[in-house]
């Protein structure tokens, strides 16, 4: 996989905005969470839910442990938050320290498998993994890094021949969004019931001091996973100033050119990654309007357009007076994670997609002179992408050089409006009508909302809840009890870095159906 390195760039900091992220005050909530079972690996099991119930815990009782012994516990449900252990000895007087290796798992394939096996292509320290040595006992120990597991694994590396140990465990929740609005769907469906339930869940989990892409990994603020993250928060828990400081943390920090980076590290303080993403800055448009539709905050609008323009004008430079947008090389925009995609015709479709966005933006702001410009913009990219993308016997966008045709092309089309609706529903039509072995799909979910969202948007109700279903419904079959960042159903150990240990099992851009439930009526 790649990765940007931009050590020459310089950000500007706007110290106005800084302030007014301070005065934004977020109110975190907290439940407390106890172990549920002790469990172990099913024989010859590696699976996602590999996992038998071997006995109960009882809270009064705790964990009964000798040296060298190993035990997983079931939180039954994904916690994000800090684990507490209160450790006592059992027998002779402790005449040895207790050295504990704790293991936290999203799934079992975590507590399953050594991390000492892991082979991917991101750093093994995301793996969730503590070395404790208890000199004195009794000691409760809370420990101070946040964790996001169902599953911890204890092994008592060593303690001595004379004594035993005995742990009772909790986790302390964090959340800035109050469980409290959870809403049920209102359907007799179970199955959409649960998948609207653990999107919820996974939305509230992603919920900290900041709109976090997962709370295992990467813990930090991605500009594409924040614009689904808003759509879903104002469709159930409401918590608008987090979005409006989320805004502000992007728009503090930027080049000199103004171009926001493609995600933000807040501790030790703003930390503006060197990460630049062409869709992910065009998004910081459509996630401010968003916001104002959704709260009227004129401050705020008018705080940031200056900063929504600047990712049109910095990336201007990539369209051609022909209205073709001319993508380099490299890692230039996301998409999706999906190898044999062509992005060509996704990016057009993004473009045209962000000019009609930040020309709404403009007419909110009364600035005509932009509105006009914006609009000889918007009909030179859609011609270009109908008169060179458009094949008319096929009925598809299609790429003219590779002759690809995309799930993210027709989707990205689609989304942004291109044609009129009778050519937009015939593209989806003729998509759907295509074996999967002619096209280039999905692979995540965050490209999977766009998909189901473009089909929705033009009435293919039916079918947008078929895979909605069949996505996010097999990975409640899989056991998911919070969404996840990769879920590929031909192959559920998939992962875009080569270990499917790193994935993020609980993960923001898998976050939207409840949005989706609630925008388009299904219930």
């Known amino acids: 996989m790649e990765f940007q390195t931009n050590p020459d760039i310089r950000f500007i900091t706007n110290?106005?905005?800084?302030?007014?992220?301070?005065?934004?005050?977020?109110?975190?909530?907290?439940?407390?969470?106890?172990?549920?079972?002790?469990?172990?690996?099913?024989?010859?099991?590696?699976?996602?839910?590999?996992?038998?119930?071997?006995?109960?815990?009882?809270?009064?009782?705790?964990?009964r442990m000798d040296r060298k012994e190993q035990v997983i516990v079931d939180f039954g449900e994904h916690c994000v938050g800090r684990v507490s252990l209160a450790i006592t000895s059992l027998g002779s007087p402790p005449d040895a320290p207790a050295k504990l290796?704790?293991?936290?798992?999203?799934?079992?394939?975590?507590?399953?498998?050594?991390?000492?096996?892991?082979k991917g292509e991101l750093s093994a320290s995301w793996l969730q993994e503590e070395l404790l040595t208890i000199d004195v006992l009794p000691e409760t120990l809370e420990l101070k890094r946040r964790f996001a597991f169902r599953y911890l694994k204890i092994e008592v590396v060593d303690t001595s021949p004379k004594y035993q140990i005995n742990l009772k465990l909790s986790c302390t929740t964090e959340s800035s969004a109050d469980k409290?609005?959870?809403?049920?769907?209102?359907?007799?469906?179970?199955?959409?019931?649960?998948i609207d339930r653990v999107s919820q869940k996974t939305l509230m989990q992603c919920m900290q001091d900041v709109f976090e892409d997962g709370p295992k990994r990467d813990r930090r603020l991605w500009l594409g996973d924040l614009r689904l993250q808003a759509l879903a928060n104002y469709a159930t828990f409401g918590a608008n100033d987090l979005v409006k400081k989320c805004l502000y943390l992007f728009a503090a920090q930027t080049t000199n050119e103004g171009q926001v980076s493609a995600n933000v590290f807040i501790e030790p303080r703003l930390i503006p990654d060197d990460t630049f993403l062409a869709d992910y800055s065009l998004f910081f448009i459509d996630t401010l309007l968003?916001?104002?539709?959704?709260?009227?905050?004129?401050?705020?609008?008018?705080?940031?357009?200056?900063?929504?323009?600047?990712?049109?004008?910095?990336?201007?430079?990539?369209?051609?007076?022909?209205?073709?947008?001319?993508?380099?090389?490299?890692?230039?925009?996301?998409?999706?994670?999906?190898?044999?995609l062509e992005k060509q015709i996704a990016i057009q479709g993004i473009f045209i997609y962000s000019y009609k966005r930040l020309k709404e933006l403009a007419a909110y702001m009364e600035d005509n002179k932009l509105v006009d410009e914006l609009d000889d913009k918007i009909q030179t990219l859609e011609q270009y992408a109908l008169t060179t993308y458009y094949n008319e016997e096929k009925g598809l966008f299609v790429d003219p050089a590779s002759r690809?045709?995309?799930?993210?092309?027709?989707?990205?089309?689609?989304?942004?409006?291109?044609?009129?609706?009778?050519?937009?529903?015939?593209?989806?039509?003729?998509?759907?009508?295509?074996?999967d072995e002619q096209i280039v799909g999905c692979n995540s979910p965050y490209m999977y909302?766009?998909?189901?969202?473009?089909?929705?948007?033009?009435?293919?109700?039916?079918?947008a809840v078929r895979i909605i279903k069949l996505y996010w419904g097999g990975m409640v079959e899989n056991g998911a009890d919070t969404f996840w960042e990769v879920y590929y159903p031909e192959d559920v150990t998939f992962s875009p870095y080569g270990d499917e240990m790193i994935n993020s099992y609980c993960h923001a851009w898998s976050c939207t159906p409840c949005y989706l439930f609630r925008k388009y009526g299904i219930a």
């Open 180 to 194: 409290a609005k959870m809403k049920q769907l209102d359907t007799d469906d179970q199955l959409l019931q649960e």
């Open 290 to 340: 968003d916001y104002y539709r959704e709260t009227n905050d004129r401050e705020t609008l008018t705080d940031l357009y200056t900063t929504a323009i600047a990712q049109l004008r910095v990336l201007e430079d990539n369209v051609l007076p022909t209205g073709e947008v001319s993508v380099p090389q490299g890692w230039w925009a996301f998409i999706d994670w999906n190898e044999p």
């Open 449 to 463: 909302h766009h998909y189901v969202e473009a089909l929705l948007q033009e009435g293919f109700r039916e079918e």
């Open 404 to 435: 690809q045709i995309a799930i993210p092309s027709q989707t990205w089309m689609v989304l942004s409006g291109v044609g009129d609706g009778e050519l937009r529903r015939n593209v989806l039509e003729n998509l759907l009508a295509l074996d």
């Open 101 to 118: 290796r704790l293991s936290f798992g999203e799934t079992p394939i975590e507590v399953i498998r050594s991390f000492d096996s892991y």
């Open 15 to 63: 110290e106005a905005f800084e302030a007014k992220i301070k005065q934004i005050e977020i109110e975190m909530y907290h439940e407390q969470v106890l172990p549920k079972r002790i469990v172990a690996a099913a024989p010859e099991s590696v699976s996602a839910t590999g996992l038998v119930e071997v006995a109960g815990y009882n809270p009064g009782e705790g964990i």
